[in-house]
């Protein structure tokens, strides 16, 4: 059995690194394929340094710059990180390691690992290497300087043949057949390689025998009767066993580490993570133990799940499940059918710790963040260390099962081509006062400011008020019946008439500053058909009603914001399953059932939604605002183009999450560039460049219980620069007003509701019935009151960011504004005294307006 198996195409790059040992990084972009078998990494001359530390004997000093010096160990391939502000050490992998008192096995060996890789075989089934157990200790790693730091490359696995590339047991037949083609010295090999099961007849391959000359007269007996890949399967058919050749089983993979003013970057590039294609690599995990704080160490670890969460050190809640979370969450075209999730959405690609002592380290994923997943945990577990760290998915992988005879059989399906990122991280060192979560999110605040990934702080506004944020539903569709025969029609809920009295009341209760969004407008009703043309619904008021309404909205200062989906198609008619949805790994459409809320499943009696493919929504988009321009409005509402991220693993038109996240972004520019304002649910840190408002942003976290606080780290970040209000108030799950209104002012939100001028009634036995609560009467004072209130607050704080966020005492937190306003809020049922004020129970103190 041959042990060559060849790799995708490597860049000449490669070529001159690894065959040619150049110490050159240089590119030439080449299409030789490169037999992994043929390369050795090692290194070949000692690391120069250029500068010590007393406190790390080990380590030479490679880069340094105003703020940080980059140390690395020779024989390990560590780092650390001086801040020379503080004279704190980062670490790689924490340097007591070796006492650590849990950690056991690999899980010891991962302390010392920067990189660990997990890879599938043939069957679908995951193995694991890192890069001290498979790469240092066997000294196949080599580390070479670059500008302002340094780059290792290091080669997993060793191409000699081994036991495992035997097939791990034969008929009597087939072993009868080999020795019958065998020399004596074969027949022996053979004999001794296998031993025969007297219970089933069957020859098992015996492992303890098979070392260094038996192992190779076993593998030569192999060759010389020509058995081959073919005949592998076919006896696996045939016996019921499954196995993969450990031929094949070496990987490179580089990491380049740069210091960057107060920043360390590693990067990952995809196209050094080499793999023959029978053992696709599936996922990286980087640094899982940068900066690890011990057992003896205070502090947080700050986790981007919804608005924010830290999970405190040394909790001791080893009996719940680690923290992991996809950023940007889940793409629909990996979903399983009936798979139904509840909990918030990691809009922000960033992670940290904040030490007690004075020192914090954030982490922010700067390329390869919608493939990326942020996990945590805390010492005690697998080892005496809490930690924070990125993984990120190389290839993905989904299952297909066949059925034939009575049995069923699951074979993997993978991703044709890697991920079209490289793989990059950020990690920021603070001290003193910035040492906070307040200063990461302050921090994270100017890095977007200064990539121009976050609109400028708004400094002018027309308004006394702060918004009150209104979503109108205009039509549905509900089943009607005509002579027994079942058909959809329109069921209005809101014209464009009624919206207008609906917003002369709100007027006549004070309710201002109104920015409201109004879905089920046109194609047919909230599940509009794909919005590559736009026809206003007649039933709401058509394409007059339409333009009156928006004549209205301009003449009372209302900010209009009609809304579309792009990436969601609820209605076949006009779109092309076929052609047009997106392609999960099995090969079939992407389809998303609604969600079934007194079971918590998805319902595949009801219509589904399709995924439409990436590769159309730029096309779309511009078709889309080549009629809705012709209305004139201002604004526009996404439903979903800010909120969610999809791939199309369509054969040979592979668009994998990254290339999707482009196409989100140049969607958003093709709007931004008409000068429509854009208003969007969710609001992943993608799209803020583009969005005046956000509905639907994160409020709270998803109460998994290893975390033990829930901050406003996403609401520091964008106020100021982009009004925002959580989910409406009426079909949240709010307790009591008491509640809303004091979250509204601790994260600086605003009030939402979502209405329908029309009975309740109306929704029932339908699919919209999710809807429960929407006649605006039932709610219209309820409303004025609440916005009255978090209004008489907030009005002093218009556009300013939140630069200080704290917790006072349970349940009790104090947010300032910009320019000094604070607010302390008491969600405890007693009073408390904060610096000599009382706070009532459930209820707030202002402090610094008149300051």
Request: charge should be negative; charged fraction near 25%.
């Amino acid at each position: 059995m041959t042990n060559a198996t060849f790799v995708r195409i490597l860049s000449c790059f490669f070529v001159i690194t690894f065959l040619s040992a150049c110490s050159e990084n240089t590119s030439t972009g080449g299409d030789d394929e490169i037999d992994l078998s043929e390369i050795t990494v090692s290194q070949e001359a000692p690391l120069l340094g250029s500068f010590e530390d007393e406190r790390l004997e080990k380590m030479k000093g490679i880069a340094e710059n105003e703020h940080l010096q980059l140390f690395v160990e020779e024989e390990t391939a560590s780092l650390a990180i001086v801040n020379k502000a503080s004279g704190e050490i980062w670490y790689s992998n924490p340097p007591e390691r070796e006492q650590d008192p849990i950690a056991s096995g690999v899980n010891a060996d991962l302390l010392s690992s920067q990189l660990q890789m997990q890879f599938l075989n043939q069957f679908g089934q995951a193995s694991t290497i890192n890069t001290f157990s498979d790469s240092i200790t066997h000294e196949q790693f080599r580390i070479e300087e670059i500008p302002d730091g340094v780059r290792v490359l290091y080669q997993f696995g060793q191409a000699e043949q081994s036991a495992g590339d035997l097939p791990v047991m034969l008929s009597e037949e087939r072993f009868q057949e080999f020795t019958g083609l065998l020399d004596s010295t074969g027949e022996r090999a053979l004999i001794i390689a296998y031993t025969q099961n007297k219970d089933t007849g069957m020859y098992e391959r015996n492992d303890s025998a098979l070392n260094g000359l038996q192992l190779q007269r076993a593998i030569e007996a192999f060759e010389q009767t020509g058995y081959s890949e073919e005949d592998l399967e076919q006896d696996m058919a045939e016996l019921g066993f499954s196995q993969d050749s450990e031929a094949g089983r070496v990987f490179l993979a580089a990491v380049e580490y740069t210091l960057d003013e107060n920043s360390l970057v590693v990067r990952v590039p995809v196209e050094d993570i080499q793999f023959a294609d029978n053992f696709p690599v599936h996922q990286i995990a980087l640094m899982r133990f940068m900066g690890a704080a011990d057992e003896e160490e205070e502090g947080s670890i700050f986790v981007p799940d919804g608005s924010g969460a830290l999970i405190h050190f040394n909790n001791g809640k080893i009996k719940y499940p680690s923290y992991q979370q996809s950023v940007y969450g889940t793409d629909l075209s990996t979903v399983l059918t009936a798979e139904t999730r509840t909990e918030e959405t990691v809009r922000l690609p960033v992670f940290g710790l904040v030490k007690d002592e004075g020192d914090a380290m954030l982490g922010i994923i700067e390329e390869g963040a919608s493939v990326a997943r942020v996990n945590a945990d805390v010492s005690g577990r697998l080892n005496s260390y809490n930690s924070v760290y990125p993984t990120f998915t190389v290839v993905s992988k989904d299952d297909v099962s066949l059925q034939a005879d009575q049995q069923e059989r699951t074979i993997p399906r993978f991703q044709e081509e890697a991920m079209k990122s490289d793989f990059v991280v950020r990690y920021v060192f603070l001290d003193g006062d910035e040492a906070t979560y307040t200063g990461m999110a302050s921090y994270y605040r100017q890095y977007l400011i200064e990539n121009e990934a976050l609109p400028e702080q708004i400094t002018t506004y027309d308004k006394e008020d702060v918004p009150f944020f209104l979503q109108l539903v205009g039509s549905i569709t509900k089943q009607q019946h005509f002579a027994g025969v079942p058909y959809q029609s329109l069921e209005p809920l809101t014209t464009f008439e009624q919206a207008e009295t609906i917003i002369d009341e709100m007027k006549m209760k004070q309710i201002n500053n109104i920015q409201l969004n109004y879905t089920g407008w046109f194609n047919k009703g909230v599940h509009h058909k794909v919005a590559d043309s736009i026809n206003v619904d007649r039933a709401i008021g058509g394409k007059k009603g339409l333009q009156d309404f928006i004549d209205y909205t301009d003449e009372q200062g209302v900010d209009l914001f009609p809304e579309v989906s792009m990436l969601n198609v609820h209605s076949s008619s006009g779109f092309s399953t076929r052609s047009e949805a997106s392609r999960t790994l099995t090969s079939v459409a992407a389809t998303v059932y609604p969600v079934n809320l007194a079971l918590s499943t998805r319902d595949q009696t009801m219509e589904p939604s399709y995924v439409m493919s990436p590769r159309l929504v730029e096309e779309y988009t511009t078709s889309m605002l080549k009629d809705f321009s012709k209305h004139h409005s201002s604004g526009i509402g996404l439903k979903d183009l800010a909120d969610l991220l999809n791939s199309d693993f369509r054969r040979n038109e592979q668009i994998d999450r990254t290339e999707s996240e482009d196409i989100s972004k140049r969607a958003l520019g093709l709007i931004h560039d008409e000068g429509i304002k854009m208003m969007a649910s969710g609001g992943n840190s993608y799209a803020f460049p583009y969005l005046t408002n956000i509905i639907d942003a994160p409020m709270s976290n998803s109460g998994f219980k290893l975390q033990d606080e829930s901050i406003p780290f996403y609401q520091m970040v964008i106020r100021g620069h982009i009004d925002y209000s959580g989910k409406p108030y009426n079909l949240s799950t709010n307790l009591s007003d008491k509640e809303y209104v004091l979250k509204s002012l601790e994260y600086g939100a605003n009030v939402h509701f979502m209405w329908a001028y029309e009975s309740n009634e109306l929704l029932k036995d339908t699919e919209f019935n999710y809807l429960y609560a929407l006649q605006y009467n039932q709610w219209l004072n309820h409303a004025s009151d609440l916005y009255q209130e978090v209004n008489e607050v907030l009005k002093h704080v218009i556009n300013q960011p939140i630069i200080s966020h704290r917790k006072m005492d349970d349940g009790v937190y104090e947010t300032t504004y910009e320019k000094g306003i604070s607010i302390i809020v008491n969600y405890t049922n007693q009073s408390v005294t904060i610096d000599g004020n009382t706070v009532e129970a459930e209820s707030y103190y202002v402090g610094g307006v008149n300051g």
